[in-house]
């Protein structure tokens, strides 16, 4: 895993799947039953477990951290919850510099529990498995904190960046800091690789991410220099090639790109992440036998392939088809 998001060519792709931790396994839900989502991201035993779990089940080459995008700004005292169904929902939204001002900078001891887990988590992994820390970008952060949860068309977002260009930059190079910590952070506890999460950064066209957003990103990103980084958000079609040269090793591939133009379009400097689409999971399997060997065979193109869906698992997916999309890839040799 550590390699192919370095940019090595593999025989076999490793395969990871984003929220492989959570909603679609049946032991995740027994856990959660007891204790908030909040409650067990700083949870150092739940952290540990819970990220361990589908590593068991599913024999991925990769464990994802279990934790959120805001758990570094519940870190530092931002009244916040993470709503079921719904996501972080934020009390007073961020609009002026007074909300700004309360944004401090992360500390080692404000995320203890979940240092303390990277090191467990690393103790029990099997060395071939990497633990991939991770953080929400600048933007898909800032989206939560000025909109004040989840959001649709992100008016309040995009009325701050057009109209008070200022207090958007120096709120989102706050974030960027805050993100970059939170990574570096978990890089000294042991993690080998990260991941950024731009979410929503699909939302902007290649134009205004390149001003608004990428140096943001790039800050963060420069915290984790010394591992691969793969970056990646939703709906970034247009943005794949300013999604790399934000400073990362590997660009992360949403659905709606097929895999050959997302290779064409990221070029041989970057490794790739991706993409089947997580609704196919729900399709008959020969169908997603099919796509699964057409992506590995795009891969193949790529500085590097990690496969990967093209966003989250589904709360709904039948976990036996996770378990079967890895023991494909992982038959998938060179030469197959
Ligand atoms: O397995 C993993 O991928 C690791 C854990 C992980 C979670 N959140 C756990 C979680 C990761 C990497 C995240 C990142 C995250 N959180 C992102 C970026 C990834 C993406 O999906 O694009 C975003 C946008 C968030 C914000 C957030 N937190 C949302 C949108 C939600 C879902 C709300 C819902 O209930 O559908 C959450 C909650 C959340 N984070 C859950 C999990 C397992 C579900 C909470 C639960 O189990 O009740």
């Given at each position: 895993?550590?390699?192919?998001?370095?940019?090595?060519?593999?025989?076999?792709?490793?395969?990871?799947?984003?929220?492989?931790?959570?909603?679609?396994?049946?032991?995740?839900?027994?856990?959660?039953?007891?204790?908030?989502?909040?409650?067990?991201?700083?949870?150092?035993?739940?952290?540990?477990?819970?990220?361990?779990?589908?590593?068991?089940?599913?024999?991925?080459?990769?464990?994802?951290?279990?934790?959120?995008?805001?758990?570094?700004?519940?870190?530092?005292?931002?009244?916040?919850?993470?709503?079921?169904?719904?996501?972080?929902?934020?009390?007073?939204?961020?609009?002026?510099?007074?909300?700004?001002?309360?944004?401090?900078?992360?500390?080692?001891?404000?995320?203890?529990?979940?240092?303390?887990?990277?090191?467990?988590?690393?103790?029990?992994?099997?060395?071939?498995?990497?633990?991939?820390?991770?953080?929400?970008?600048?933007?898909?952060?800032?989206?939560?904190?000025?909109?004040?949860?989840?959001?649709?068309?992100?008016?309040?977002?995009?009325?701050?960046?057009?109209?008070?260009?200022?207090?958007?930059?120096?709120?989102?190079?706050?974030?960027?800091?805050?993100?970059?910590?939170?990574?570096?952070?978990?890089?000294?506890?042991?993690?080998?690789?990260?991941?950024?999460?731009?979410?929503?950064?699909?939302?902007?066209?290649?134009?205004?991410?390149?001003?608004?957003?990428?140096?943001?990103?790039?800050?963060?990103?420069?915290?984790?220099?010394?591992?691969?980084?793969?970056?990646?958000?939703?709906?970034?079609?247009?943005?794949?090639?300013?999604?790399?040269?934000?400073?990362?090793?590997?660009?992360?591939?949403?659905?709606?790109?097929?895999?050959?133009?997302?290779v064409?379009?990221?070029?041989?400097?970057?490794a790739v992440?991706?993409?089947?689409?997580?609704?196919?999971?729900?399709?008959?399997?020969?169908?997603?036998?099919?796509?699964?060997?057409?992506?590995?065979?795009?891969g193949?193109g790529a500085r590097g392939h990690?496969?990967?869906?093209?966003?989250?698992?589904?709360?709904?997916?039948?976990?036996?088809?996770?378990?079967?999309?890895?023991?494909?890839?992982?038959?998938?040799?060179?030469?197959?």
């Open positions: 895993m550590v390699a192919a998001a370095s940019g090595h060519q593999l025989a076999t792709p490793p395969v990871w799947f984003m929220r492989q931790a959570g909603r679609s396994l049946p032991e995740y839900r027994a856990l959660r039953a007891e204790h908030t989502m909040l409650a067990s991201c700083f949870d150092a035993e739940l952290i540990t477990e819970i990220t361990l779990q589908p590593v068991r089940r599913h024999k991925v080459d990769g464990a994802i951290l279990f934790s959120d995008i805001v758990v570094p700004l519940k870190a530092i005292g931002v009244d916040l919850d993470i709503v079921a169904g719904r996501g972080p929902v934020i009390a007073e939204p961020v609009r002026s510099r007074a909300g700004l001002a309360q944004l401090r900078d992360l500390e080692i001891d404000d995320v203890q529990p979940v240092l303390d887990a990277v090191r467990a988590i690393r103790g029990e992994l099997d060395p071939a498995t990497a633990l991939i820390g991770f953080a929400g970008a600048p933007f898909t952060l800032a989206s939560y904190l000025i909109e004040g949860g989840p959001s649709r068309n992100y008016t309040h977002t995009k009325a701050m960046m057009y109209g008070e260009p200022e207090l958007w930059h120096a709120l989102l190079d706050r974030l960027a800091h805050i993100s970059g910590r939170f990574l570096a952070l978990q890089i000294e506890a042991g993690a080998q690789m990260v991941q950024l999460f731009d979410s929503w950064a699909g939302a902007l066209n290649r134009r205004d991410y390149v001003e608004f957003v990428q140096p943001h990103s790039r800050t963060a990103l420069s915290y984790a220099s010394e591992v691969p980084r793969i970056h990646f958000g939703v709906g970034t079609g247009e943005l794949l090639e300013e999604i790399g040269r934000a400073g990362a090793t590997t660009v992360g591939i949403d659905f709606r790109v097929d895999m050959e133009d997302a064409r379009r990221v070029g041989q400097d970057y992440q991706g993409n089947l689409d997580p609704a196919m999971l729900f399709a008959p399997w020969p169908a997603i036998e099919r796509r699964v060997r057409e992506i590995v065979e795009a193949r990690i496969f990967n869906l093209g966003h989250g698992v589904m709360p709904e997916t039948d976990p036996g088809v996770l378990t079967r999309v890895v023991e494909l890839v992982h038959s998938l040799g060179a030469t197959a």
